[in-house]
């Protein structure tokens, strides 16, 4: 696990970009701090790297990696598991190798195979930068879920990439670019700045499942990879078998392994296969508040599939003390405010082992949420009239019963998706952006993009479940895994996510909603393995969740600061914003009416961010 940097140049630009290069790989030291490397083509091409050392701990495995023959160069962030399945049949082809790396199974793979063959059978966690310098040509790709990121910046001078966002905007191409008016809206809607977009304009997170194809001629961007909005032919795969050998597979490392272990269904699973190959270690944190400490659920786990369980008691202290160090880790605007126990988390992981498995992603393939049940119901108001819609709200707000605020809400969007897609939104983001912000909110590219597709007017029970999980996985699944990388990466550790394996992928599209949602609980296929090694008592209890004390933190010892950053915001963010609305926001959740706790951390991130990462290099 790594990071990469790199700038492409279009035009004859004389500029030397060393300084830019080393500053931004000191800048990223967390991302690898066991080496660095750069490589330039002495040309119009440069790229650097920082290494996270997990497999072949030599210098063999160092980046940039060059092909023997000096022609390509790989700069690669992330794992591929399956490389062992590849490495044999390019022997075979009289390639040479001096590592045990999968970069160097990488290289030659995409040498020798093609972008597409190996996008479509390489199995990994991934963002890199592949360069054929007879062609000058550049191939950026990420991974399929998006677990790994990869920033662009782009003009008609060239194209800058990073695992950081910080870069991008801080290179002498774009650090003098606007704010994007849709992209900072869609950050206050969602709570992080989606995909194909930037806050800054002429830069972009590259969609999951995206390559990009960069060379003198042309810039191609290529989907290769694009869940399907409709559950396919189910083959009849054993869900425990596909999901142990994802597990299994994942365990491949010449340093230290761990789990993240806590008390609910997914991480359980994750531990308990990858404790079956040999002992390893868990780690969860805890709370003194009972009502959200699941410590001991964790610990129960621990106890039942005896791995060697570590728990790191927190308190609020811990927490506050963590917003600094949230605030460096994001290089992106970004509001999860869960993002502070993960690194604490983080933390303590790091201090035994140097890779961690999660398990997140369960919850978006399997229907695991508790409000995807909810919303079957939901839904089915579109196979309504809107006129039989109104109706029905009339008839609620002159009875005064039932939810009118949530049929108000079915008749202010046209069709499903729209319905959902609002519901994924920060709390308190659907009632405030249209007093606070004077622009107006772009939404998400992967939304945009369902629309594209045949079916999405269907409103039988299947097809809204169908396009309730992809949602699920294209965006809200998109803030997670953003919170995951950034937060473990901070402190040099590597999270691998087994639920989101190519295997794991495919086999939930196989599946239909009855398969995971019985009698309104979630994931229940999920569920019934995890009692299958432990016990229904533990498995099927209430889910606490951690819950930070933002509301009190906003009226307590944040209030001063979130009061002066918010009022006097720096310039270019101010004019998008209504400072008398702001004040009235914070009035009502300082007085106790209102809990805005969410909605006033994204304003609070927004500046934080732009506080602390912009502006930081100029050369």
């Keep these: 696990m790594c990071g990469i940097v790199g700038v492409f140049k279009f035009s ?154 910080d870069h991008i905007i801080n290179h002498r191409y774009f650090r003098n670019n606007k704010i994007n008016e849709g992209a900072l809206g869609a950050y206050l809607s969602l709570g992080y700045v989606p995909e194909n977009t930037g806050i800054i304009d002429q830069t972009y997170l590259l969609p999951h499942g995206h390559y990009v194809v960069v060379n003198e001629k042309q810039f191609k961007t290529t989907c290769f990879f694009n869940y399907p909005l409709k559950s396919k032919e189910n083959k009849n795969e054993c869900l425990e078998k596909v999901l142990e050998n994802s597990v299994t597979n994942q365990l491949v490392s010449d340093v230290l392994l761990g789990t993240f272990m806590s008390g609910g269904v997914d991480s359980p699973l994750v531990s308990y296969y990858a404790n079956k190959t040999a002992p390893i270690q868990s780690f969860t944190i805890g709370v003194d508040d009972k009502r959200f400490d699941e410590s001991d659920a964790a610990a129960a786990f621990a106890g039942i599939f005896k791995t060697q369980h570590h728990c790191k008691n927190i308190t609020d202290k811990d927490l506050l003390n ?191 909603y009855k398969d995971c949602i019985e009698n309104g609980v979630g994931k229940i296929n999920l569920k019934k393995l995890l009692i299958s090694k432990t016990n229904s008592e533990l498995v099927m209890k209430s889910k606490k969740g951690f819950v930070i004390p933002l509301g009190d933190w906003i009226k307590g010892s944040l209030k001063k600061d979130i009061e002066s950053k918010l009022l006097e915001m720096p310039g270019d963010l101010s004019k998008f914003f209504n400072r008398k609305q702001i004040k009235q926001l914070l009035n009502q959740h300082f007085s106790g009416k209102e809990d805005w706790s969410w909605f006033i951390w994204t304003l609070y991130s927004l500046v934080n961010w732009s506080n602390h990462h912009r502006n930081k290099f100029n050369n």
């Design 12 to 165: 004859d630009d004389k500029h030397n970009e060393a300084p830019f290069i080393k500053w931004a790989l000191e800048s990223m030291h967390h991302r690898g701090p066991d080496s660095n490397g750069s490589w330039t083509n002495n040309s119009n091409y440069t790229t650097g790297f920082v290494r996270l050392s997990i497999r072949d701990l030599s210098e063999h495995g160092n980046q940039p990696m060059l092909s023997a023959d000096g022609n390509y160069c790989i700069s690669f962030n992330g794992e591929i598991y399956n490389t062992e399945q590849f490495k044999p049949q390019l022997i075979k082809q009289g390639y040479q190798f001096k590592s045990t790396t999968d970069t160097e199974v990488l290289l030659y793979a995409l040498i020798h195979f093609g972008i597409d063959y190996v996008l479509e059978h390489f199995d990994g966690i991934f963002a890199f930068a592949f360069y054929d310098k007879s062609k000058n040509e550049l191939v950026l790709a990420r991974d399929r879920a998006g677990i790994k990121p990869l920033y662009i910046g782009k003009n008609e001078q060239g194209l800058v990439y990073s695992s950081q966002y």
């Design 322 to 512: 963590t917003i600094e160090n949230n605030t460096a880790a994001f290089s992106e605007p970004f509001a999860d405010f869960s993002s502070i126990p993960t690194l604490l988390l983080s933390d303590y992981a790091r201090k035994k082992v140097t890779v961690a498995l999660s398990g997140d992603g369960g919850d978006e393939l399997f229907w695991g949420y508790p409000r995807n049940a909810k919303m079957l119901k939901q839904g089915l108001e579109y196979n309504k009239s809107k006129l039989e819609r109104w109706a029905g709200f009339l008839k609620q707000k002159i009875t005064r019963s039932g939810n009118r605020t949530l049929i108000k809400k079915h008749l202010e969007e046209n069709d499903f998706p729209a319905f959902y897609y609002r519901s994924l939104f920060v709390t308190g983001a659907d009632y405030w952006i249209p007093k606070v912000f004077k622009g107006a909110p772009a939404t998400s590219f992967w939304f945009n993009e369902i629309y594209k597709e045949a079916g999405i007017t269907d409103t039988d029970e299947s097809s809204l479940m169908d396009i309730l999980r992809k949602l699920e996985f294209d965006i809200h699944l998109q803030r997670i895994l953003i919170k995951v990388d950034r937060a473990s990466m901070f402190h040099s550790l590597e999270v691998r996510v087994p639920l989101l394996s190519n295997a794991i992928i495919d086999y939930s599209t196989g599946l239909n």
